[in-house]
Every structure is written in structure tokens, then in C-alpha cells.
């Protein structure tokens, strides 16, 4: 995991800045045309402000649990020049029943989350983003877009991911890197349907997930 440095309000993730390119070529062919964002774990607040600049039509709402982080992204969000780009909002993944999002919001995206969180936060990301999707526009092809490293089944695993999970179980028990199949099973157990798969950069992959 990349270490965060803090410059004032503003945090700065090294890897934003190597996988931002990589990733916004798949929202673009996975992303609503038209309507809101809603970003799961902004953390710096970095990618927000990249991907608001990329993606002028769409409306992007940064979300994030913890002060210090809604602190930089609003920091970084006072240097945008664009008016697509919302104040930030206070979401916990794991409390979807929570979640008090606007109800334009057409896609969902999470990056570098679930690994570093326990599992209900996976759980609740497909429960709060069925609802969003139930309340907005897009009930019937609601993207729920995720970014990290992930185990699959008949994949060998990267040994550097390998290493990364033991790191993270170290660090707190209830991390780790996710099966694929276990969040496929638990995004079909809120009406989505896993529809794309992109290999990404630094063994981490892009799970694209449509609600049905």
C-alpha cells in the first residue's frame, strides 16, 4: 500500500497518479453518459478532481468516513474550476441504510476500498447502491464500478498480491484481498450481475457490475 502524504488539509496517494490514466479509459466505456458519480472511499480526493475534469457531463459526488480525508477532498475540491464536481459527502460503505445521497445519482464507483476495510463494507456497498439505483434513473443498468487487486478462481495469483494480503491480515485480521466470486455472489445478491472484467496495471483489475 502506498504511504499518503499530507501537505496542509491536502492528503497526496502516490498511486493516484499512476493508475488515474488507466482507469478513466474504462469509465469511459462504462460510465453513464449523463447524471451523477457517486465515489465510494474518495479518500484524498485526488482521483475526484481528475475524474470530474475527464468527465465534464457527469456530475461527480465524492463520499468518505473519515474527516481528515472529506477534509482534503475539499481542499482539492476549492481548486476545481468546473461546477461538476460536489462537496463532499459523509458515507460509511458499511452502513448503507445510512447513506444520505442525492437521488441523481446513476453510477457508483470504488476504488482501493474493500481490501482495506472488512467485508460488510462490500456488502453494504451493493446494498446502499441498489437503493441509489431503486431512487434514481438508472434502476435497470446501474453500474457499480470497482478498482484493486482481487484472487480468482484458475488464476494464478501475483506473488506481490500474495505478499500484500499477508501484509493486510497483519495489519487487521478482518482485511485481505477479495474473491471475485465471493463479491460476485454478493453483488447478485442485490440485483447486480457482474458484466465486465479489465485487467489493470500492478495486478489490480476493474470489476464492472450492471443491476438487473
Not at 475524474?51 to 456530475?59: G, H, I, R, S, T
Not at 441498489?130 to 478462481?153: C, H, M, N, S, W
Amino acid at each position: 500500500m502506498d504511504d499518503i502524504s499530507e501537505h496542509g488539509a491536502k492528503r497526496h496517494a502516490p498511486a493516484t497518479l499512476r493508475n488515474r490514466e488507466a482507469i478513466a479509459r474504462v469509465l469511459s466505456a462504462e460510465l453513464p453518459k449523463k447524471g451523477t458519480v457517486l465515489e465510494i472511499a474518495s479518500g484524498s480526493g485526488e482521483h475526484a478532481l481528475y475524474f470530474a475534469a475527464q468527465f465534464p457531463d457527469l456530475d461527480w459526488q465524492p463520499s468518505d468516513p473519515d474527516p481528515d480525508a472529506r477534509n482534503s477532498i475539499r481542499a482539492y475540491t476549492q481548486e476545481y474550476k468546473g461546477t461538476n464536481l460536489r462537496d463532499v459527502l459523509e458515507v460509511d460503505a458499511s452502513l448503507p441504510k445510512a447513506w444520505a445521497i442525492p437521488p441523481d445519482i446513476a453510477a457508483a464507483l470504488c476504488i482501493n476500498m474493500i481490501h482495506i476495510s472488512a467485508y460488510a463494507s462490500c456488502t453494504g456497498l451493493f446494498e446502499g447502491s441498489a437503493r441509489a439505483a431503486a431512487q434514481g434513473k438508472g434502476a435497470t443498468d446501474f453500474p457499480v464500478i470497482l478498482y484493486g487487486p482481487f484472487f480468482e478462481q484458475g488464476v494464478e495469483p501475483a506473488p506481490s498480491n500474495l505478499a500484500f494480503d499477508v501484509s493486510l491480515k497483519a495489519r487487521n485480521p478482518e482485511w485481505g484481498i477479495r474473491d471475485a466470486e465471493k463479491v460476485d455472489s454478493t453483488a447478485r445478491a442485490h440485483g447486480f450481475e457482474r458484466a465486465a472484467r479489465y485487467e489493470m496495471p500492478a495486478n489490480n483489475l476493474m470489476l464492472v457490475y450492471r443491476k438487473t
